[in-house]
């Protein structure tokens, strides 16, 4: 599938401008100004995305795979259908695929244009993700990128890397971690981090 760019109005893009922060700033103060944005409604976005949206819901997703062969089964045929269970859907997350990690093959998820994301389950992509270096490298050479993040992988294990479009966003469902049989859903979310469902890092260990 050939990635579209006609997303980008509405996408948080790399091409930044050079002081952003500035830019935004002098923005607000004419929109806000001119009384064509209402400061409260602006805040409540910000609030968002800062607080309410987040890996804390993607690690919800995943943990629940973990516990619920039934509930993994139809995150894999339909991730979006089984994110609505848990009551999670919004934008730039409309058609999410979720890939599983196993023994024989780890997923890693990249934008290679841009930097889409699926915002819903995880927030707002970190800046590393967002670079150039990492979207060229992680096509060519995943194994060295995951060093870089600390993960080694064994000789046999395949990468597979998941070019994002504006069309698809990818979750990926990381192995679950040796010892934690006993945890309940709360302290098995605990162990997702945001680099797991990303594909460049693995669930942690339980304590
Ligand atoms: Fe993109």
Redesign the pocket.
């Known amino acids: 599938m050939p ?1 579209d ?1 006609s ?1 980008d109005d509405d ?1 948080p893009h790399a091409l930044l401008p050079p002081e952003p922060a500035l830019r935004v700033k002098a923005l607000q103060t004419i929109l806000v100004g001119k009384g064509l944005v209402d400061p409260e409604a602006m805040e409540a976005i910000l609030e968002t995305y800062e607080r309410k949206v987040g890996p804390h819901l993607g690690a919800q997703v995943v943990a629940r795979a973990w516990v619920d062969p039934a509930f993994r089964g139809r995150l894999l045929a339909d991730a979006n259908a089984a994110m609505a269970e848990l009551g999670i859907a919004g934008r730039q997350g409309e058609h999410v695929v979720a890939v599983e990690n196993t023994a024989g093959t780890h997923n890693m998820v990249v ?1 290679t ?4 994301y699926p915002w819903p389950l995880l927030g707002i992509p970190p800046a590393w993700y967002k670079s150039d270096a990492y979207r060229a490298r992680a096509v060519r050479e995943p194994r060295r990128v995951l060093a870089e993040f600390g993960v080694t992988l064994p000789e046999g294990t395949k990468v597979r890397v998941w070019d ?3 069309e698809v966003r990818y979750l990926v469902v990381p192995m679950r971690p040796e010892g934690s049989e006993g945890l309940d859903l709360a302290a098995l979310a605990a162990l997702v981090t945001r680099d797991s469902m990303i594909g460049t890092g693995l669930a942690g260990a339980p304590a």
């Open positions: 990635h760019h997303h996408h934008c244009l841009c930097s889409c994002s479009t504006a």
